[in-house]
């Protein structure tokens, strides 16, 4: 199973905390983003009967499965606004639910090989950058840039990990920063936002005492950082 994009903001999108709107001309450039890094499968029968395939005629079996429908449905190209049954190209482009292009694009990112799987995450980041719409793709999972999704989803979950892994230090200051920024102190905010990042990485280094610009030098030295975020 995977955790894709309308299962972990389930509530967020049910509130309208976060709503998902795509032009039908990033739909465009997306079908063509997903026909770029297809690739060509040769797979085999239990019998062994061996056939050829490709990871975008796979798709819609592996979204059918993760959303637990029979058949994949989009408006008509003809116009109208009851969704009916659809190919996968209709779905991408007409797509009745918009959420659930983020999930196909999950799954394509999640099947493809690991040597495509960045070039395709730079690829829709490009795209909605160039169209200034407020998602971003990291380690194949898409979030909105906005404070709703923060809210939602990484700062609950930061709390949760941080309670987890017992960095009380980090989870000390981070919940200071939490009732600053509440109390409209963006000043102490920032300061102890700060000061919980560099107690996250003084744990995961195991280093007791370093300056600001010692820390991040040794974080990154340490090779622990994932390649895409070179030159963020």
Same mark, same amino acid.
Request: glycine share 6%.
């Given at each position: 199973?995977?955790?894709?994009?309308?299962?972990?903001?389930?509530?967020?999108?049910?509130?309208?905390?976060?709503?998902?709107?795509? %032009?039908?001309?990033?739909?465009?450039?997306?079908?063509?983003?997903?026909?770029?890094?297809?690739?060509? #499968?040769?797979?085999?029968?239990?019998?062994?009967?061996?056939?050829?395939?490709?990871?975008?005629?796979? #798709? %819609?079996?592996?979204?059918?499965?993760?959303?637990?429908?029979?058949?994949?449905?989009?408006? @008509?190209?003809?116009?109208?606004?009851?969704?009916? @049954?659809?190919?996968?190209?209709?779905?991408?482009?007409?797509?009745?639910?918009?959420?659930?292009?983020?999930?196909?694009?999950?799954?394509?990112?999640?099947?493809?090989?690991?040597?495509?799987?960045? %070039?395709?995450?730079?690829?829709?980041?490009?795209?909605?950058?160039?169209?200034?719409? @407020?998602?971003?793709?990291?380690?194949?999972?898409?979030? @909105?840039?906005? &404070?709703?999704?923060?809210?939602?989803?990484?700062?609950?979950?930061?709390? &949760?990990?941080?309670?987890?892994?017992?960095?009380?230090?980090?989870?000390?200051?981070?919940?200071?920063?939490?009732?600053?920024?509440?109390?409209?102190?963006?000043?102490?905010?920032?300061?102890?936002?700060?000061?919980?990042?560099?107690?996250?990485?003084?744990?995961?280094?195991?280093?007791?005492?370093?300056?600001?610009?010692?820390?991040?030098?040794?974080?990154?030295?340490?090779?622990?950082? %994932?390649?895409?975020?070179?030159?963020?």
């Amino acid at each position: 199973m995977a955790w894709t994009f309308s299962k972990r903001c389930k509530q967020a999108l049910k509130d309208n905390k976060i709503i998902v709107s795509m %032009p039908l001309s990033v739909r465009v450039r997306l079908w063509k983003a997903l026909q770029n890094f297809d690739e060509i #499968l040769y797979r085999s029968t239990e019998a062994g009967f061996n056939y050829q395939t490709s990871y975008l005629e796979e #798709l %819609p079996e592996r979204i059918k499965a993760e959303l637990g429908c029979r058949k994949l449905y989009a408006y @008509p190209e003809t116009g109208g606004d009851k969704p009916v @049954p659809s190919n996968l190209e209709g779905f991408i482009l007409r797509g009745n639910y918009p959420p659930f292009l983020f999930d196909a694009l999950e799954l394509f990112y999640e099947d493809i090989n690991e040597e495509n799987k960045n %070039p395709f995450q730079h690829r829709f980041n490009e795209i909605k950058e160039e169209d200034n719409l @407020p998602w971003r793709m990291a380690d194949g999972k898409i979030f @909105p840039v906005n &404070s709703a999704y923060i809210e939602e989803s990484i700062l609950r979950k930061t709390y &949760s990990l941080l309670h987890e892994v017992k960095f009380q230090g980090a989870l000390n200051e981070f919940e200071k920063a939490r009732a600053d920024l509440s109390n409209g102190d963006f000043e102490g905010a920032i300061q102890n936002a700060n000061l919980a990042l560099e107690s996250v990485i003084k744990e995961i280094l195991e280093v007791s005492k370093a300056k600001p610009g010692e820390l991040f030098r040794k974080l990154i030295d340490s090779k622990l950082i %994932p390649e895409y975020y070179d030159g963020f």
